[in-house]
């Protein structure tokens, strides 16, 4: 399994990034995606879920009515919008799946919001 993020860098408060995660090595189609984010000192957090079927989505508090989670599974990929951002956003941003009940992380991608 393997799951590559990209999409992170540094933007204004306000601006926004569209973070990336391209998967392999399993049924992208048949299993939930998660975005989790952690930042300097914290606990990681689950962000944002969106699932196999339906399509899902579900968010953490701080973050409703400012990103969105998506999927194409025709690419296996999932997608996680982010507008409106806030310092209190920057974090390292993982991709996250569970396929035969094992949990498998991307490497992160780095989202600083700073003036």
């Known amino acids: 399994v393997h799951l590559v993020e990209s999409g992170g860098g540094l933007v204004q408060p306000g601006g926004s990034l569209k973070l990336s995660c391209a998967a392999s090595?399993?049924?992208?189609?048949?299993?939930?995606m998660s975005w989790y984010r952690q930042a300097p000192g914290k606990e990681r957090e689950l962000v944002a879920t969106?699932?196999?079927?339906?399509?899902?989505?579900n968010y953490v508090d701080s973050v409703k009515g400012r990103f969105t989670v998506s999927r194409v599974n025709a690419k296996n990929t999932v997608y996680l919008q982010m507008n409106s951002l806030k310092p209190d956003d920057t974090a390292v941003y993982y991709c996250?799946?569970?396929?035969?009940?094992?949990?498998?992380w991307g490497q992160g991608t780095q989202v600083t919001v700073s003036s």
């Open positions: 996250h799946a569970r396929p035969w009940g094992h949990d498998y």
């Open positions: 090595g399993f049924t992208f189609s048949a299993y939930d």
């Open positions: 969106i699932t196999a079927v339906g399509g899902y989505t």
